[in-house]
């Protein structure tokens, strides 16, 4: 009788709950169980237990090569692929955004970033600093993002608040305010999958010929934010400069 192996076992076991809870944690933030960050932190456990029951798997499928005669192979592959599968889902989404730095707080003009006013009177907002990071911060956010600066536009500075406000709504963001006489559009955008809010300001200010145009993109949880907040600043210029 071959005797069977506890590695595969375990690999299984792993990777059955690495999928449970890889599937879990956007879920339970979908129906508002869990708050975002929770869920992503579920998630990412999930993505862990994959990570080592792709390990365990490997050894298990050693240990019950033909030679050695021990019971477990199919399990030891099972839980092996289940765990290949996680990790591999996580790389592939995340593809690029190593080499990112941990910043979440992006803006066309790090010398003087447009402020939040009407989003820091928001509830989550009231015991948050919305201030810029600083010099040092600005500095790596340049490195990382060469190609955010202010957008030069030929209307006039009205014009472009009401284009700009334009883009912002065909683009999904959740106006929280638009001040005409500051030249100020503050807004919010929610992720699909895990729910994490981003603050959103646009500044309009006027030029020797037409408008200036400055954004800035703060998400409210976690360090780093694999480069959402550069990508959302690229496609509102991107729509208001095509």
Known sequence: METPSRVADWSLRLALCGLALFALGPAAVQLGMLAPFVGFRVFLLGVLLGLLALL???????????????????????????????????????????????????????????????????EPNRDRDLGYPGAAFASRQRAAYSDLAPLHLDSSPAEALE????????????????????????????????????????????????????????????RGDLGVNAARIRTFRDALVP
């Open 163 to 222: 284009q700009a406000t334009e883009v912002a709504r065909a683009l999904g963001w959740e106006i929280v305010a638009v001040d005409p006489p500051s030249g100020r559009l503050e807004a919010v955008q929610v992720s699909t999958v895990f729910r994490f809010v981003d603050d959103i300001v646009v500044r309009v200010r006027p030029a020797t010929q037409g408008a200036i145009v400055d954004v800035r993109s703060k998400s409210r949880d976690g």
């Open 56 to 122: 365990l798997g490997l050894v298990g499928l050693w240990r019950t090569r033909s030679a050695t005669g021990r019971e477990g192979r199919g399990r030891a592959g099972a839980g092996a692929g289940l765990g290949a599968l996680l990790v591999g889902v996580v790389l592939v989404a995340n593809a690029g955004a190593s080499s990112l730095p941990p910043i979440n707080d992006i803006t066309t003009d790090p010398d003087d970033p447009p402020t939040f006013v009407a989003i820091a009177e928001l």
